[in-house]
């Protein structure tokens, strides 16, 4: 089992009900929740971190932290502030990848965001960057996109129990 989760650490898999819900317990921290989304055949695994003092089932799993990539933004707008409007338009903003050199420079703006599996992914969105330019759409590319239904690009299911089917 540690194979899975790239550890050479003891890893201790516990089924905490009749669903689908599992307590992993890890000798040490490891980096599991920044490097999601993880997935098990292209599902998804939704993880969260605990600790001993709260009951694992109690724990409400309905986001998951996905890395996106916005492309064709010009160089000024490659921000912190443009990222953060960005991220919280498709999700709820967790920070934006500053690359190598911290400056956020590159060739699109890469955005950790909480993303509800409830919700429909976006594909694209309009923006206008400044008064002086037309609203333009940027298309967006989801890293490590697990399965999601394909009739309402939603996370929590796929498309043989989707009610728009
Ligand atoms: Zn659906």
Redesign the pocket.
């Known amino acids: 089992m540690k194979n899975i989760w790239r550890t050479q650490e003891d890893v201790t898999t516990v089924p905490l009900d009749a669903t689908v819900r599992f307590l992993i317990s890890f000798k040490s921290d490891l980096d599991l929740l920044r490097s999601s989304p993880w997935t098990f055949d292209k599902a998804l695994l939704l993880l969260a971190a605990t600790n001993s003092r709260v009951d694992p089932l109690t724990i409400t799993l309905d986001t998951q932290n996905s890395w996106v990539r916005v492309r064709c933004i010009p160089p000024i707008f490659l921000t912190l502030i443009i990222g953060e409007k960005l991220g919280n338009y498709l999700g709820s903003f967790v920070m934006v990848d500053r690359g190598l050199n911290e400056d956020y420079l590159g060739s699109f703006l890469r955005i950790r965001v909480g993303l509800k599996i409830s919700e429909t992914l976006k594909r694209c969105v309009t923006l206008r960057l400044a008064t002086d330019e037309p609203a333009k759409q940027y298309e967006i590319e989801y890293e490590q996109l697990p399965f999601f ?1 394909l ?2 690009a ?1 996370l929590d ?1 796929v ?1 043989l129990s ?4």
């Open positions: 239904c009739y309402c939603r299911h498309g989707c009610e728009l089917k």
